[in-house]
């Protein structure tokens, strides 16, 4: 009996492994397309991690998230990046701000959440309507698109949207929100990010989050690339961008081009963006004006793409033949959305803030650039001594019977300020010095390479006529590879070095080199300091760390060097 139940239990087996692989593939099969949704119109390129909102007609909205690092509200170290370019236009000067995200991301992050593509004439027309859409576009061809059918009708509706004003933009942006927030349709925003349980909002993105994200964001920051002018080679322009050389003044329908690191796609090219801010000529400062606009457009010479490009769309515009005002429509400007909050969403979050301001007010604050300005913290305090000296004078005149004291406190403040003055001295100094440490070993290192990369070649030639120099081949490669662990640990302390040195002013520069200078130096040192000299010089000007160039200079002066 005992063996005839068993008989029958292992003949279900069979039949429920079958059942349980075909449970198992169905939820894998469900889990590869929550992950990987279908090509559609408003996502030809689907990838894993794609944020969708849904719009009418079956369009839809992609974004993505960009991590930005820092856990804090008000601020973290990590978050301070560099924005413009010292060699691009007169528009693009360097400046220093802190990054931030809108909401809390995961692993001691915040999140930027950008669309992945730009925003279509098939999205607008969801909607505002094709009777809208045909009224507000200046597009003379966007009119033909109601006669289009198939694959010609789809291309034109996946074209960035063009020729439509800054308002119009934000009219569609308001339309959207209001679509979504419907309060009948709850399931619109199930899958918009929340802060503190309550849903962001569409909006366009700023300056810097767009600067940020085309930099190549966190990923960039920490493998120090962030600073390069494209986050591609020029050589890849062609693959990333829609610019003048392959698209002569012609949109191109989204997602034709690669994505980025983030996965988004033509934030160089194709359409100028459109941000959320006035133009002003250094960014944070200077006069207002028009929107700014970024990223480049199919009419942009390919060597002029850069992260830093931005140029003023002027939203009121002068027409000079009729006298008038009109609001400007251009054939290659267009815009991106973005997923934002408000800073402040409710009354907890609110007192939450305020507590952590406390102490971050305390400390943080006064090493983030709204605390201080490119200058060093000892700079900025010689400065302000100084400036204390026309006050003192103006109280002496007017309290004669206060100048004993008065005049001491200057007295005081004058010591203060010398004392200051040699502390940067010094810290220059020092920094020149051990900057020059690295210089040296950078040198040494390369030297070594260029011996052992000779070796290689014999090892090489030596282990294809017999293994048993296979052993010698290993070792030289091993060696190699040491070496150059050790060369890029150098020239990364050089590289902090020469940025500290950067931001003092020359007269500290220029003493420190000659401190140096009555010092016996080997012929090797020497001409190290030469090369830094350069280098500060260069950093200075451009607020950029190129390491790559700087190791082709010390290739370059040190390729048949000889210490004797």
Known sequence: MNNSLSTQ???????????????????????????????????????????????????????????????????????????????GGIFEGLQRTQISGS??????????????????????????????FLATSKDPEDQKIPTLEGRPLRDALMKPLAFVSYQDVQEFIRQYNAWLFDP???????????????????????????????????????????????????????????HLGNAKHQLRPIGLRKADVHGLHDLFGNVQEMTSGLFRPEIWQGKPGGVAVRGGNVSTPQNDLRSSLRSELDVYAW????????????????????????????????????????????????????????DNLVAQATVQITDTDPIIERLIAENPNLQAPLSAMQATLATAKERLELAQRESARSLTQDAARNGVNVSVYLSRLMRLTETLKTAQELAEVSARYQDQLVTVQKSITEIETALQEQIQGYK??????????QSYIDHA????????????????????????????????????????NFRSHFHDFTDS
């Open 9 to 87: 239990h292992y003949a279900q087996i069979p039949k429920v492994f079958f059942f349980l692989v075909l449970l198992l593939a169905f939820f894998i099969s469900a889990l590869a397309q929550a992950e990987t949704p279908p090509p559609s119109a408003g996502n030809p390129k689907p990838a894993e991690g794609d944020l969708i909102l849904p719009m009418p007609d079956d369009q839809e909205m992609v974004f993505r998230q960009i991590m930005v690092p820092g856990k804090g509200f008000w601020g973290d170290q990590s978050r301070i990046i560099q924005i413009g370019d010292a060699a």
């Open 496 to 505: 902090e070095k020469i940025s500290s040195l950067g931001e003092y002013e």
């Open 184 to 242: 009948k349709h709850p399931e619109r925003i199930k899958d918009i990010p929340r802060i503190d349980g309550i849903p962001g909002f569409l909006r366009l993105p700023t300056e810097d989050e767009w600067e940020y994200c085309a930099r190549g964001g966190l990923q960039a920051l920490e493998t120090g690339v962030f600073d390069n002018t494209l986050p591609f080679t020029k050589a890849e322009a062609n693959e990333f961008a829609w």
């Open 319 to 374: 027409n000079a033949d009729t006298k008038t005002i009109e609001e400007r429509r251009s054939f290659n400007t267009g815009a991106r959305l973005a997923i934002g909050t408000n800073v402040v969403v409710n009354t907890a979050q609110r007192t939450q803030i305020e507590q952590e301001y406390h102490a971050y007010h305390e400390d943080l604050r006064r090493t983030m650039p709204v605390g201080q300005t490119l």
């Open 103 to 132: 909401f809390p991301g995961e692993d001691n992050t915040w999140e930027i959440i950008l669309a992945k593509y730009e925003l279509t004439r098939g999205q607008y027309v969801a909607i505002m309507g094709m009777d809208h």
């Open 513 to 552: 080199y000659n401190e140096l200078k009555t010092k016996d130096m080997t012929k090797r040192e020497a001409l190290v300091m030469e090369i830094l000299k350069t280098h500060v010089l260069d950093f200075s000007k451009q607020r950029r760390a190129d390491t790559d160039q700087w190791l082709e």
